[in-house]
């Protein structure tokens, strides 16, 4: 379960972004998903890197 589930995430995918912010490391990925949990954003949109494509993953979260 949790994001990763929810956005589509699978075993070696590289996040590159989350809603367009770039992150880095695992702190940049908990500031951007608390960033849309406060602002209870419509979507969450992950940029991703798997094997040798990029690929955008989006979800619509429920906050309630």
Do not use: C
Not at 16 to 45: F, H, M, Y
């Amino acid at each position: 379960g949790g994001w990763a589930y929810l956005g589509g995430l699978q075993v070696g995918d590289v996040l590159l972004q989350i809603n367009g912010e770039p992150v880095n490391n695992l702190q940049d990925v908990e500031k951007a998903l608390e960033k849309a949990r406060e602002a209870k954003a419509r979507s969450v949109v992950f940029h991703v890197r798997r094997e040798f494509l990029t690929q955008f993953l989006e979800m619509e979260p429920n906050w309630d």
